[in-house]
């Protein structure tokens, strides 16, 4: 195989019993993204429309895999898209002898995958800071200083200073029920 022959595979899946809007929704967070990366997205998304999706993806794998002898982690989903299938018209009964249209709409997902492009954007690291000014800089996390703090405060205070914790009050008791017999002989 060469270089410059490469290889996209697709996967179609037809009258979905999804509304195509809700299926555009899913969609669009996976389109670009490598399949790994694709089959997160689409196990953690609580849409309905995610699971057929998902089966449409493995499905594309399992395609490029068997048929073309390429390795599914290493796959891009080029294109995915949507299309707007029949819509089943059904009727409901409605007051006074009327009736309200029902439309069930279908849809058609495709998905293509192709290989990933071998080049990455890595970022520059940062430049080390100076001894003396990471000396100064505050502490990253809040918890770091919320810790800090109380620990501080205490030790500042002197032992004369310090307050005894409070005592919670203690709980009402209740007088006993009088019997309802002891009443009414009295």
Same mark, same amino acid.
């Given at each position: 195989?060469?270089?410059?022959? %490469?290889?996209?595979? $697709? &996967?179609?899946?037809?009258?979905?019993?999804?509304?195509?809007?809700?299926?555009?929704?899913?969609?669009?967070?996976?389109?670009?993204? @490598?399949?790994? !990366?694709?089959?997160?997205?689409?196990?953690? @998304?609580?849409?309905?429309?995610?699971?057929?999706?998902?089966?449409?993806?493995?499905?594309?794998?399992?395609?490029?895999?068997?048929?073309?002898?390429?390795? *599914?982690?290493?796959?891009?989903?080029?294109?995915?898209? %949507?299309?707007? *299938?029949?819509?089943?018209?059904?009727? $409901?009964?409605? &007051?006074?002898?009327?009736?309200?249209?029902?439309?069930?709409?279908?849809?058609?997902?495709?998905?293509?995958? *192709? +290989?990933?492009?071998?080049?990455?954007?890595?970022?520059?690291?940062?430049?080390?800071?100076?001894?003396? !000014?990471?000396? /100064?800089? &505050?502490?990253?996390?809040?918890?770091?200083?919320?810790?800090?703090?109380?620990?501080? /405060?205490?030790?500042?205070?002197?032992?004369?200073?310090?307050? +005894?914790?409070? /005592?919670?009050?203690?709980?009402?008791?209740?007088? +006993?029920? /009088?019997?309802?017999?002891?009443?009414?002989? @009295?």
């Amino acid at each position: 195989m060469s270089t410059q022959e %490469v290889k996209e595979v $697709r &996967a179609a899946a037809k009258w979905l019993r999804i509304t195509p809007r809700k299926a555009r929704l899913v969609v669009e967070h996976i389109r670009g993204r @490598s399949v790994p !990366e694709a089959r997160t997205m689409l196990a953690f @998304s609580e849409r309905a429309a995610a699971r057929e999706i998902d089966k449409l993806l493995r499905s594309a794998v399992a395609n490029a895999e068997a048929n073309h002898n390429l390795i *599914g982690d290493d796959l891009v989903v080029k294109t995915a898209y %949507v299309d707007e *299938g029949p819509t089943i018209k059904r009727w $409901r009964p409605r &007051a006074r002898g009327r009736a309200a249209q029902i439309r069930k709409h279908m849809c058609h997902i495709t998905i293509t995958l *192709g +290989p990933a492009t071998t080049a990455t954007v890595t970022r520059a690291p940062e430049p080390e800071a100076p001894a003396e !000014e990471k000396r /100064k800089r &505050a502490p990253r996390h809040k918890a770091a200083t919320k810790e800090a703090a109380p620990k501080a /405060k205490a030790e500042t205070k002197p032992e004369a200073e310090k307050k +005894p914790a409070a /005592k919670k009050p203690a709980a009402r008791k209740r007088a +006993p029920a /009088k019997k309802k017999t002891e009443e009414k002989e @009295s």
